[in-house]
Every structure is written in C-alpha cells, then in structure tokens.
C-alpha cells in the first residue's frame, strides 16, 4: 500500500515540475544600452551586423589565435579536468584507503 501511494506521489511530482518547467521563458538579448530613463539604445541591427563583420576580419588576420579555448592549458578543458580527477581521486583514495581499517571495518578483511 506504502509503495503504491509512494510511487503515485513520485509521479505527480514528475509531471507537476514538468509542468512548472514550461513556464521558464528565455528572453532575447535587447540590443542598445539602457538609457537613465529606461529607454534602450539606438544599437541597430546593421550596428551588431558591422561588428561581427570586424570579429570575423580580426580571427581571420590572427589565425594563431584559434576559437580561444585553451584545451591542453591548466587554465583549459583537458587541464581543468586532469586537476579535477587529481584533487578529488586523491581524496577518494585516502578515503579508500582510511575504509579498509579502523573500528567499523569487517573483522577478517584486511
């Protein structure tokens, strides 16, 4: 019976967050800064489209830059990552290690 009402619950739940999660809009962007007055900028569509054109020129000019991900940098993905796994695989080794003796280890084993 407990698991019967359990598992109606936990379906509710399911779709009543589903529900709700619809209601999470995302806005565009506006273009312009916004004046005292709250009044938006005069920053036009052809103003954005000018200033990607001089992006793209600049990338094109420095192609040594690449897309300014630093994968093998310690500051990158790959870096981060390797650091990550070190810090917290070194702590999940000592807690490893700490497990296999003390007062709750199994009597017999290790």
């Known amino acids: 019976m407990n698991t019967k009402v359990l598992l109606a619950?936990?379906?509710v739940a399911v779709f009543v967050i589903g529900i709700?999660?619809?209601y999470a809009v995302a806005f565009a962007q506006y273009m312009g800064n916004v004046g005292s007055e709250g009044?938006?900028?005069?920053y036009t569509l052809e103003e954005a489209l000018e200033i990607q054109r001089r992006r793209v020129a600049a990338a094109e000019a420095n192609p040594a830059s690449g897309s300014g991900t630093p994968y093998l940098d310690a500051g990158g993905?790959?870096?981060a990552s390797v650091i990550a796994?070190?810090?917290?695989?070194g702590i999940a080794g000592a807690f490893f290690i700490r497990g296999r003796s003390?007062?709750?280890a199994a009597m017999g084993r290790g």
Do not use: C, E, I, M
């Not at 009044?39 to 005069?42: I, K, L, M, P, R």
């Not at 796994?85 to 695989?89: L, Q, S, Y």
């Open 20 to 22: 709700y999660g619809t």
């Open 9 to 11: 619950a936990s379906l």
């Open 77 to 79: 993905v790959v870096g």
């Open 85 to 89: 796994g070190a810090v917290f695989g």
């Open 39 to 42: 009044q938006t900028g005069s």
């Open 102 to 104: 003390g007062k709750y």
